[in-house]
């Protein structure tokens, strides 16, 4: 996803790849990445292209204004975003991209993923080519679960329109080796995105969109906790799945 602030930005200051580059001290195919694929740089590297650009860094990269350090509170505990709606959607597609081992959705749609990537199906295909597992849970839009999440947010049938068209995004990797999909009617507490020892956890509170909703980033500890209560949890969802037929 584009950062068009940034670039509508540079464009007016007669910035280009180089010239901020060369300022920043960084690569100019880092500064391409920033601004067509919505990268978000260091804190430090972020501040000083800020002030060369003479722009406040929150409204350039939203994400450094909402993450919060949080290894005071546990050692598995990367980052707090106050809502997912201020992570770039490279936040999810690098988690998914530095996958080795396995992959892990659990959603009732997230539809907002292919949408801002639509390589998203692709990304998946590669990292089953290089023996990734590959699991993807969405919710069974006739349950009564999804039916009453759509009231919860309000939405009425929408949930439930979204879940179909999820379906339909995933549909074409039905058959691929390497990747399941299932689809699930549990009540769910929690999206979640899983690339090995990352996890990406998607807060869900009564009356809110997900999007709107915090998510805390969580890598595994050897010692145990918060990562594998999340991991057992997708395990015990995935098994109350109902595999999707091509």
């Known amino acids: 996803m584009q950062n068009e602030r940034l670039r509508s930005v540079m464009t007016s200051g007669g910035w280009t790849h180089s010239s901020l580059a060369n300022a920043t001290g960084v690569d100019p195919k880092s500064v391409e990445r920033w601004v067509n694929l919505g990268r978000v740089p260091r804190r430090s590297t972020a501040l000083k292209a800020a002030e060369t650009l003479g722009e406040d860094v929150h409204a350039l990269w939203p994400a450094l ?14 980052a707090v975003y106050d809502q997912r709606a201020n992570l770039p959607v490279s936040t999810f597609v690098d ?28 990304l998946l295909r590669e990292r089953a080519r ?10 069974d839009a006739d349950s009564e ?15 439930e329109s979204r879940c179909r068209i999820a379906l339909m995004h995933y549909g074409s990797l039905v058959g691929v080796d390497g990747i ?12 979640i995105y899983r690339a090995d020892d990352q996890a990406l956890v998607n807060a869900h509170v009564w ?14 500890h050897e010692a145990g906790g918060m990562f594998d209560t999340y991991a ?7 098994a109350t799945g109902v595999p999707v037929a091509g």
């Open 180 to 191: 399941e999909l299932r689809t699930h009617g549990t009540t769910l507490y929690n999206s």
């Open 145 to 159: 679960n999804v039916r009453a999440r759509g009231n919860e947010e309000r939405f009425g049938h929408g949930i």
């Open 95 to 122: 988690l998914i991209a530095s996958a080795r081992r396995n992959v892990d959705i659990l959603v009732y749609a997230a539809v907002f993923l292919h949408e801002a990537y639509p390589r998203l199906n692709e």
């Open 207 to 220: 009356g809110v969109n997900a999007y709107g909703a915090p998510v805390w980033h969580l890598r595994r």
């Open 232 to 238: 057992d949890s997708f395990d015990a969802v995935w």
């Open 130 to 139: 290089e023996g990734c597992r590959i699991r993807i849970a969405v919710g």
């Open 65 to 78: 204004r909402q993450a919060r350090a949080a290894r005071a509170i546990s050692p598995e505990l990367v």
